[in-house]
């Protein structure tokens, strides 16, 4: 039965698509089949896997709304071992059009239901807010993971998010773990970024990943030629260091606590 782990934080810019598109990449070449889904309007992770989103039929909208099954929605990518249900526009919309309906918060998780059993890892890349959406994604999956940006307003933000997952733990997801908290965006010349690092794990400990993503060109460069880190540059840092956080994963996941 695969793990469905959400890549959440209502912040943008912190990483999110990022870690999304380059771990689900990483976890296929380490042979894990792993299906991403693009649960973001602004559709970053689509495109960063090289998909035109603009002629998206069947995706997460769909899903969510149930016109379509998992099935129909998922597309092959040029990752090894990895699929994708890819995001439009259109889901914009969602929040306003589920607001109606019974059992809301549950549409993503029913709608996996028929394929958790073929994927080792289902990601989702969660939308930068705490809307429907994402209520949505922490429903259904069975972890959490946060990445937060080694920058000045790094833990602004975090708390509302934990109180979030707190109340989806005790509501909707009594059994929804929290993965890790990662560390990104790194520059080891700053102090900045060296007592941002300090702080989080002086706080958090064990829930923060080993692994720490750091600034990296060439991450930033790869989603506009639509691959992944791994496709556009296996030997650069941001290779190696998302590599490191998907065995890190396929470890913790290995060896669980009993």
């Not at 239901?113 to 890349?125: A, F, P, T, V």
């Amino acid at each position: 039965m695969g793990k469905i782990i959400a890549i959440a934080n209502q912040k943008g810019g912190v990483g999110k698509t990022t870690t999304s598109v380059n771990l689900a990449a990483s976890l296929g070449v380490l042979e894990k089949k792993v299906l991403l889904i693009d649960a973001d309007p602004q559709a970053n992770a689509s495109s960063g896997l090289g998909i035109d989103v603009e002629s998206v039929e069947i995706g997460t909208y769909q899903i969510l709304e149930h016109s379509n099954t998992p099935e129909e929605a998922i597309v092959k990518t040029s990752s090894p071992n990895v699929d994708l249900i890819a995001a439009h526009i259109d889901l914009v919309a969602i929040e306003i059009e589920l607001v109606d309906k019974e059992n809301r918060e549950y549409m993503l998780k029913q709608a996996l239901e028929s394929i958790k059993g073929q994927y080792d890892y289902i990601l989702i890349d969660c939308a930068p807010s705490l809307g429907l959406l994402t209520l949505n994604a922490l429903t259904a999956a069975d972890s959490v993971a946060i990445p937060i940006q080694c920058e000045y307003f790094a833990l602004e933000g975090l708390g509302k998010l934990l109180n979030t997952i707190k109340s989806v733990q005790k509501i909707h997801n009594p059994n929804l773990d929290i993965e890790g908290l990662l560390l990104t965006m790194y520059d080891s010349r700053l102090r900045l970024s060296n007592q941002v690092v300090e702080e989080v794990q002086k706080h958090f400990h064990d829930m923060v990943f080993e692994t720490i993503i750091q600034r990296n060109v060439k991450l930033s460069e790869a989603p506009s030629f639509g691959e992944s880190i791994i496709n556009y540059d296996a030997t650069s840092k941001g290779a190696t260091n998302y590599l490191h956080l998907a065995q890190e994963i396929i470890k913790k996941n290995s060896n669980p606590v009993l």
